[in-house]
T-cell receptor, first 114, second 111 residues
């Protein structure tokens, strides 16, 4: 069964450093998403991406965040200068269509900022 | 602003019992309400979803009840099994794109 994969499973970084979280969406999916989940809290939408453009983003997704689809398979989230409060589980998701369609989530990357 | 409120935070049910998780929303523009199930170490997985044109949707042992006037919806798990032990998130969306998630309910089904 096709699935969304994410690497690394756990990333530890120093405050102020740049991190890149990687995702490989399901191959025939066209819409890609990033969410985060701070420990013990709800899952929060960050951004959606389609046709090499951001289609929607939340207030959390400020200038320190960026997304990219550098090739035909990977989808990345870059955090330019990490803060302590960026520590969270980051989930990538993908869907075939945009609206009202099942989003398939990856297993997540746990980011720890020291 | 908390767009979707979920309760209870945790729930313990005997095997064979009914698990009920409730959610309430504020934004009347929401028109898609999925429930996600998450096991430890895994990402959320879609369990069942409903649009507001129906008041109930059933898939196997899982049922969503939807009350548009009260702006509430709930998940009922019939004949709960130990394998149902997981965290359940309700969510809402008005574009089908950006989901607003509830805070999650940790369900434990005791054998």
């Amino acid at each position: 069964e096709p699935e969304v994969t994410q690497t690394p499973s756990h990333q530890v970084t120093q405050m102020g450093q740049e991190v890149i979280l990687r995702c490989v969406p399901i191959s025939n999916h066209l819409y890609f998403y990033w969410y985060r989940q701070i420990l013990g809290q709800k899952v929060e939408f960050l951004v959606s991406f389609y046709n090499n453009e951001i289609s929607e983003k939340s207030e959390i997704f400020d200038d320190q965040f960026s997304v990219e689809r550098p090739d035909g398979s990977n989808f990345t989230l870059k955090i330019r200068s990490t803060k302590l409060e960026d520590s969270a589980m980051y989930f990538c998701a993908s869907s075939v269509m945009l609206s009202y369609n099942e989003q398939f989530f990856g297993p997540g990357t746990r980011l720890t900022v020291l | 602003q908390q767009q979707v409120k979920q309760s209870p935070q945790s729930l313990i049910v005997q095997k064979g019992g009914i698990s009920i998780i409730n959610c309430a929303y504020e934004n009347t523009a929401f028109d898609y309400f999925p429930w996600y199930q998450q096991f430890p170490g895994k990402g959320p997985a879609l369990l069942i979803a409903i649009r507001p044109d129906v008041s109930e949707k059933k898939e196997g042992r899982f049922t969503i009840s939807f009350n548009k006037s009260a702006k509430q919806f709930s998940l009922h798990i019939m004949d709960s099994q130990p394998g149902d032990s997981a965290t359940y998130f309700c969510a809402a969306s008005n574009t089908g794109n950006q989901f607003y998630f509830g805070t999650g309910t940790s369900l434990t089904v005791i054998p």
